[in-house]
């Protein structure tokens, strides 16, 4: 079956939202930017707004994909990467690395018909960054007075 173009949109927007929810439990105001838009999928700021991360969000409907990253490590935009997978299924997956840690031992280069194309294949589906939320921060400030 191919997948088709509104589908793989759905699957984006199942991944953003996902996210969204995970950073509000965690006390952090996320907020979605423009969708297709170049630049990250999401701002973030914490209760204060004294601090603010930006990821970048990939999204998968199965386990096995890979996707596509700029060719430089320049271009690799967000504080955070999270990659979420098995969205066809009800169960999300979540994958948080740091734009250093997509480099490139973990890429694979193609050559097709002279265009060349980087995918990050499935080497982030590793423990160390599986569903650590931690990774982040909170966005939640500890201590305040009432």
Request: charged share 25%; aromatic share 10%; net charge positive.
């Amino acid at each position: 079956m191919r997948i088709t173009q509104y589908q793989r949109q759905m699957t984006g927007n199942k991944a953003l939202y996902h996210v969204c929810y995970k950073l509000s439990e965690m006390g952090w105001n996320a907020m979605p930017t423009a969708r297709n838009a170049a630049g990250v999928d999401i701002l973030c700021i914490n209760e204060e707004g004294s601090q603010t991360i930006s990821i970048q969000v990939k999204g998968r409907g199965k386990r096995d994909r890979t996707f596509s990253i700029p060719p430089s490590r320049d271009r690799i935009m967000g504080d955070f990467w999270v990659i979420v997978t098995e969205l066809d299924y009800g169960t999300p997956t979540c994958y948080i690395l740091l734009p250093d840690e997509i480099e490139e031992a973990r890429v694979t280069q193609t050559n097709k018909q002279g265009k060349i194309s980087h995918w990050f294949a499935r080497k982030y589906d590793i423990e160390p960054f599986k569903e650590q939320w931690d990774r982040l921060g909170s966005g939640l400030i500890s201590n305040k007075s009432q």
